[in-house]
Structure formats: structure tokens, C-alpha cells
């Protein structure tokens, strides 16, 4: 089972930028499919970006033009990277792998906040 480690989130203006990154534990990091999930107060925990093993990356429409996701097999760390920022992005911010059926995974890291104010 591969541990994950969230870090770079804050709090920021709208329009601001924050580059988050996630560190995986394990070597065969590289031959999965990575995304970043996030979680608002409320609502349900959602997948937002994924990058898959090749380096094909796949966005949610709310994010899409806005968030940019890369990853680093080397170093097994994946990165968020987050400009024009809305309030509506404020959640808990995960990453993980992605399964073939987008089925969520049953263990997470601690996440990393980020709070976007108007």
C-alpha cells in the first residue's frame, strides 16, 4: 500500500496561485495513474485531476485551464499546479491513485488545505 504525503496548500486571494505537491512511498509509483482529489465542507470528495503512467492528463471541467498537473517518476511526487484560484476552490486537497473504474480509493493521507478568499 503506498503512503502519501500532501504538502503546499494555504490560503491565497482569488486569482492567486499555489503549486501543491504529494510524495508516494512506493517504487512502483510510476506504473499507476495519480490524481488529485479534493474535499469542500459539505460536499463530496472528488477527483480533479489525474495524470496516467504515460503522462496523459485529464482535468474536471471546474479546473480545466486552471490546475496543471505533473508527476515525477524518478521522485515519486506529483504536483498540482494552481493558478487563477476561486473561492469555490477551497477544500482539503488529496492525492492518490486512480483506479481503471475512478472507484475511490479506502486509504488517504492527511491532505493539504487550501482556502481561497474573495
Known amino acids: 500500500q503506498v503512503q502519501l504525503v500532501e504538502s503546499g496548500g494555504g490560503s491565497v486571494q482569488a486569482g492567486g496561485s499555489l503549486r501543491l505537491s504529494c510524495a508516494a512511498s512506493?517504487?512502483?509509483?510510476?506504473?499507476?495513474?495519480m490524481g488529485w482529489y479534493r474535499q469542500a465542507p459539505g460536499k463530496q470528495r472528488e477527483l480533479v485531476a489525474v495524470?496516467?503512467?504515460?503522462?496523459?492528463?485529464n482535468y474536471a471541467d471546474s479546473v480545466k485551464g486552471r490546475f496543471f498537473i505533473s508527476r515525477d517518476n524518478a521522485k515519486n511526487t506529483v504536483t498540482l499546479q494552481m493558478i487563477s484560484l476561486k473561492p469555490e476552490d477551497t477544500a482539503i486537497y488529496y492525492c492518490?491513485?486512480?483506479?481503471?473504474?475512478?472507484?475511490?480509493?479506502?486509504?488517504w493521507g492527511q491532505g493539504t488545505q487550501v482556502t481561497v478568499s474573495s
Open positions: 495524470i496516467f503512467s504515460g503522462g496523459t492528463t
Open positions: 512506493r517504487s512502483s509509483f510510476s506504473l499507476n495513474a
Open positions: 492518490n491513485v486512480v483506479a481503471d473504474n475512478y472507484r475511490l480509493p479506502s486509504s
